[in-house]
């Protein structure tokens, strides 16, 4: 079974401030997803990397930024945190092989006032 | 633009009872397919396909792909209430993202 954190699970913040989701993988898969979840809809990709240092825009314009330092961690930062961020997010990650499917987080479910 | 549509997009029914969940879609570049179960919490796996016709099958869980008529189903049956859950298609493409449907969402009543 695929072991991915996400930290924290719950988050409720004021407008404004600067967050920073975490993820964070023990397989070694050097792929990495974010993805963005509102209730009812469609997961929406966000950012995703292939490998350190190697980072992308998804689909879905966002206003947070990513980095991929080390292959374990894949952080999501929000330098300025607004309501219309409000969204459960979910990091997930894959092999390189093709055949792989995705394995995702528990997700974090983001709040902001 | 690429799009995955789920239906019935909300289900009711009893313990017992046998249900078809639908996915279709219009990707360029498709690769597989893929169904997952969502709960409280992030989506866990249950299926890939890849390839028209065979039937992959778990318990009871089942589910086909017809590459030609672009979509593929889900089956449950002899539903039990700890398969009530949001059940996300999803289709991935050549660059390994995934698109994804809005789910149906099962509910099982004892």
């Known amino acids: 079974e695929a072991d991915i954190y996400q930290t924290p699970r719950y988050l409720v913040i004021g407008t404004g401030k600067k967050i920073t989701l975490e993820c964070s993988q023990t397989m070694g898969h050097d792929k990495m997803y974010w993805y963005q979840q509102d209730p009812g809809m469609e997961l929406h990709l966000i950012h995703y990397?292939?490998?350190?240092?190697?980072?992308e825009k998804g689909d879905l314009s966002s206003e947070s930024t990513v980095s991929r330092i080390r292959t374990e961690h894949f952080p999501l930062t929000l330098e300025s945190a607004r309501p219309s961020h409000t969204s459960q997010y979910l990091c997930?990650?894959?092999?390189?092989?093709?055949?792989?499917?995705?394995?995702f987080g528990p997700g974090t479910r983001l709040t902001v006032l | 633009e690429d799009k995955v549509v789920q239906s019935p997009l909300s289900l009711v029914v009893h313990e017992g009872d046998t249900v078809t969940l639908n996915c279709s879609y219009e990707v360029t570049n498709f690769r597989s397919l893929l169904w997952y179960k969502q709960e409280k919490k992030a989506p866990t796996f249950l299926f890939m396909l890849?390839?028209?016709?065979i039937e992959k099958k778990s318990g009871r869980l089942s589910s086909i792909l017809d590459k030609k008529e672009l979509f593929s189903i889900l089956n449950i049956t002899a539903t039990q209430t700890g398969d009530s859950a949001v059940y996300l298609c999803?289709?991935?493409?050549?660059?390994?993202?995934?698109?994804f449907g809005t789910g149906t969402r099962l509910q099982v009543f004892p």
């Open positions: 997930a990650t894959q092999e390189v092989s093709s055949t792989d499917t995705q394995y």
């Open positions: 890849t390839s028209s016709g």
């Open positions: 999803a289709v991935e493409d050549d660059t390994d993202k995934l698109i």
């Open positions: 990397s292939y490998g350190v240092n190697s980072t």
